[in-house]
Structures are given as C-alpha cells and as structure tokens.
C-alpha cells in the first residue's frame, strides 16, 4: 500500500493494478502497463512513466537510434514500455527474443509489427536491450554468441546494479558502446515526480 496524494492506494504489481483505477494515459493504455499513479480532477490515473524514462536516457547518451535495427532480450513489464519509445523515436525494425516464447507472442500482440526470434538466434542489429533479469546476480551470463555481429553497436543494460553487468562487458570487449539503465532509472522517476508534484 502506498500513500499518493494524501490517498492510500494499493498497488500489487504493474499491470494488476490497472483494474483499479478510474482513467489511464494514452502510454499506459498502449502499453497495458502502469508504474506511476496520481490523483488528477478526483480520479485515480495510471500512467507509465518508463517511456519517457527510455526516451530520455538514450537522448541523454547523445545516441542517434532514428532507423536503427534494435534487437529485445526479453519480455518482461518493461519491454513493452522500450518498444512504445522506440516507435516513437522512429527506429526501422525491432526484434525481440525470450526464453519462453509464448511471453515474446504477449509483447507481439501489443504491438504486431515486431518480429520475434527464437531464443539463440542472433538478428543483424545496430542496437541490442538486455530487458532480462540475467544480470542482477554478478555471475549471470546470457548464453548468447555475440562473437559475430561486428564493433559500434550499442549495448544497453536495463540493469544499472551492478553497474556493469557480463552482458555489457561482453558488448565492450567486442568493440561496442555500452550503457546501463541507471539514467532510465533516474528520469523516469523525475517525470513520476513532475505527475506528484507539478515541478
């Protein structure tokens, strides 16, 4: 339970709370994930604050990702907030990969121009998204073969603890930019601050 507004809200987990509320922004309807609740005119709202803690982030890197091939490690909560930013930021395919295949078809039925790939198959890419969780333990390693795809892709960590997880490692060993989700992390929260407070 947590307390907005002077409002006790329950708050389970991202996408059980949306029956609860009484409106949802037009990214949180897209993406049928809420992380963010206000109180606006008497109405609970849910919002979804990661996308514009994504935009921001890559702006911030000074990375241009216009007509770009980006490729999806996973499709947990956060994937379908990268891929609504990612569309809006104009990039020209967006692949996604997961272990289990059935979640990648859940992200695919969100947004049906994606492509899917099987977990281990390896798409040309300009930039690949570890949305896994494989990385928050400092031994994981994501069994993938990296070893073919050339130098100068971005490597992007929605981790950011620890800082450098073996995935970006991996991506900096072989030549590639790499960057964790600390700076998502951080303006995704000042837009959910914005919503609270209006400054």
Not at 78 to 86: F, G, H, K, N
Not at 116 to 133: H, K, L, Q, R, Y
Request: glycine share 8%; hydrophobic share 40%; proline share 2%.
């Amino acid at each position: 339970e947590k307390r907005i507004n002077g409002i006790n809200i329950t708050v389970p987990f991202k996408n059980m709370v949306i029956p609860y509320l009484d409106q949802l922004s037009i990214e949180a309807e897209r993406t049928k994930s809420v992380n963010t609740v206000y109180l606006k005119d008497e109405k609970v709202i849910g919002h979804n604050t990661d996308i514009d803690g994504f935009e921001s982030a890559i702006k911030k890197i000074n990375f241009r990702i216009v007509n770009k091939k980006i490729f999806i490690l996973g499709a947990g909560g956060v994937v379908t907030s990268i891929v609504y930013a990612l569309i809006k930021m104009g990039v020209t395919n967006i692949f996604i990969s997961n272990r289990t295949k059935a979640k990648a078809q859940m992200v695919k039925d969100i947004f049906n121009n994606i492509n899917i790939v099987d977990w281990g198959d390896i798409p040309e890419f300009d930039v690949i998204i570890n949305a896994t969780s494989l990385g928050l333990n400092k031994n994981d390693t994501i069994e993938l073969d990296f070893s073919s795809i050339g130098k100068n892709k971005l490597f992007y960590d929605v981790i950011y603890n620890p800082s450098e997880t073996n995935f970006l490692k991996t991506g900096k060993k072989l030549g590639n930019r790499c960057e964790n989700g600390k700076l998502m992390f951080i303006y995704q929260a000042l837009s959910a601050f914005k919503l609270w407070h209006g400054v």
